[in-house]
């Protein structure tokens, strides 16, 4: 329900300071929504696309290692979620992880060629998996109805 302003591809590279102030820059997916959107995008930066690459190359990237990078990305939930505890954290970011797969998968389609083939079968295999979860959950909640 929520209509916040969202970036689209939200990461450090498209934030400039100037005049100690945050200003982002390539505002060609903005929308309006829910934060969960621009959090997503964060986790592809941060935590799945390093996955595919050595340290070397996040370095080059990011300015940051892979561990530096998940840990920047880690900080920003904790302090985004910061009235949660860490179990609600855990399953919030199991949560981000199986809609990002999904995601990364549609995005094909809209995207073409994008994405590696080893990119899109990890994510495949992700929102299946997720997929799968979700509705243990459903089917989980039904009986304890019952």
């Known amino acids: ?10 990461h450090t590279g ?9 200003q982002f820059i390539d505002l060609m997916f903005c929308a309006k929504g829910h934060p969960v959107f621009d959090i997503l995008c964060m986790y592809s930066h941060y935590v799945f696309l390093p996955s595919f690459d050595s340290d070397e190359a ?13 840990d ?5 939930i904790k ?5 949660k505890t860490d179990n609600e954290i855990a399953n919030v ?17 809209a995207l073409a060629n994008v994405f590696s083939n080893e990119i899109l079968q990890t994510a495949k295999k992700r ?17 304890s109805l019952c």
């Open 93 to 109: 970011k199991e949560y981000i992880k199986g809609v990002h797969a999904a995601r990364i998968c549609l995005a094909d389609v």
């Open 58 to 70: 996040c370095i080059l990237n990011l300015g940051l290692d892979k561990t530096g990078a998940e």
């Open 1 to 10: 329900d929520a209509q916040n302003f969202l970036h689209g591809d939200y």
């Open 14 to 22: 498209n934030a400039i300071i100037t005049d100690n102030k945050i």
């Open 127 to 143: 929102a299946l998996a997720f997929y799968e979860q979700l509705n243990k959950f459903k089917a989980d909640i039904i009986n």
């Open 72 to 76: 920047l990305y880690n900080l920003f």
């Open 79 to 83: 302090m985004y979620y910061n009235d």
